[in-house]
């Protein structure tokens, strides 16, 4: 268990993300490294050096955006980047729930920390603070264009470090000033570029990132499962994924897949043999290895691209400070780029949305065959009811399922092949970034949804062929354990019932499964 975490701009990883996101404030604690000091505090310097001098900079003696001609007096500074914070706090919708606030917190410190934004170690501890002590920003989910970065959420993230806006503390939402109040903190007055290196980045669709790439990675590990569960249930066969095969075909996540399932089935006695009037099964059980491969393949690279940008600087401007010769002065440069566009992950997360819903219409497809009669070829009877007509079994819990594939195919649409232009044309492309972010997190819950559907149905299945094959007969090894604890929830159905219940039974044993990555 991770109990410290000493953050510093360079190696944050997505099990501390994962940690600090699902933990409770100051479990673990974090802190800024010493190095990762020297780097914040020397480019705070530069910040203050450059006005000294009178040097024009974007976004510390300029206004924003396509106010970037319009040059700020050294004295009002300080109210531009406080009306940064202020004039940027626009989003609406929900509100981001608490992991994964905790989440955007991490690491936009931890990109502060890295040393090239000009935020002072003052205002760089106060988020790290907050985060110990459970001092959540109320930040809505909508408003991000993806470029330049996430700005209107992370103004709301922003403002609580001034004591405005709203927060979360020990459950109950407040005013931020009375959130800091209450936590033993004061609010900052922001200095030159604070404001600009609070609301400008990509953290927002990072964070939402890594935590549902974390999911997807579970989530495709339990559609093994549940394809192997299904399998059982209509009495398939496992010679589709045998190795030989796949070693023919050598994607390196289609051969793991086709590992996984010949292991979840190790020891089946509900599977067949050879048959040589039934020689193969459809698709969507012969095909597994192929198509859960392919989608981990998406799953891989938005896990790889992560984690580069968990520790990338994604700010605009960055500060360059060269060591000054002996005897001379250091030379401060002030860089504008452009590391705050989401494109990157935009196209990560369409792709993994589509490999997600992918996931769910081939589970929905085997809950199809696992409740047509006919499909099955007479293995279990229709709906999986034993007195179809008079009960209509599991048939309108094929529809729910079919329901969420509907919606995961129109959110799949990508929306990274979209961009409007903003601030008077001056940021004529943007990413969408967080857009892609939430649909993907829509269609990873959808997901959830429907495998448990499979499940449900799958695990009735199976109790349906026990009667035909004998109550001693055991499940794989991998299999079993996810049928007892559907079972130790949820009964076998014998007649109509409320099934909502039952649904939501088997949810949470979903639930479960995901989360344990997280622990």
Known sequence: ?????????????????????????????????????????????????????????????????????????????????????????????????????????????????????????????????????????????????????????????????????????????????????????SPVSLKAKEGLALTNGTTVMTAVGVL????????????????????????????????????????????????????????????????????????????????????RDAVAYAEWLLKIELNSVTDNPLIFVSEPPEGGTQNIEVISGGNFHGEPLALAFDYLTIALAELGNISERRVMRLTDESSNAHVLPAFLTENGGLNSGFMIVQYTAAALCTENKVLAHPASVDTIPSSANVEDHVSMGATAALKMRQVAENLANILSIELFCAAQGVDLRKVQIGEEKRLGDGTQEIYEGIRRRVPFIRKDEYMKGHMDEVLSVVREFVSRRND
Do not use: W
């Open 212 to 295: 549902e790439t974390a999911k997807a990675i579970r989530l495709a590990d339990l559609a093994d499962v549940a394809g192997c569960l299904s399998l059982e249930a209509l009495h398939g066969t496992v010679s589709a994924f045998d190795e030989r095969i796949h070693a023919l075909r050598p994607h390196p996540r289609q051969i793991d897949t086709a590992r996984s399932l010949r292991k979840h089935l190790e020891g089946s006695e509900f599977v067949r043999g050879f048959d040589p009037a039934n020689v193969q099964d459809a698709y969507t059980l012969r095909c597994i290895p192929q198509v859960h491969g392919a989608c």
């Open 1 to 185: 268990m991770i109990s410290e975490i000493a953050i510093n701009g360079e190696s944050l990883t997505f099990e501390q993300v994962l940690a600090v996101a699902y933990g409770r404030p100051g479990e673990p604690r974090v802190e800024l490294d010493e190095r990762a000091k020297a780097n914040v505090n020397r480019a705070a310097a530069a910040v203050d050096e450059l006005l000294e001098r009178g040097e024009v900079a974007y976004g510390i003696t300029t206004g924003f955006g396509a106010f970037k001609d319009k040059i700020i007096g050294r004295e009002q500074v300080e109210e531009l980047q406080r009306n940064i914070v202020l004039s940027h706090a626009v989003g609406v919708g929900d509100a981001f729930d608490v992991p994964t606030v905790r989440a955007i917190m991490l690491i936009r410190a931890n990109t502060l920390a890295r040393g090239f934004s000009g935020i002072r170690l003052e205002t760089l501890e106060l988020i790290l603070e907050c985060l110990n002590r459970g001092v959540h920003p109320v930040i809505p989910e909508k408003g991000s264009l993806g470029a330049s970065g996430d700005l209107a959420p992370l103004a709301h993230f922003a403002c609580v470090l001034i004591g405005e806006g709203r927060a979360e503390f020990r459950g109950e939402v407040m005013s931020a000033a009375e959130a800091l109040n209450q936590a033993g903190l």
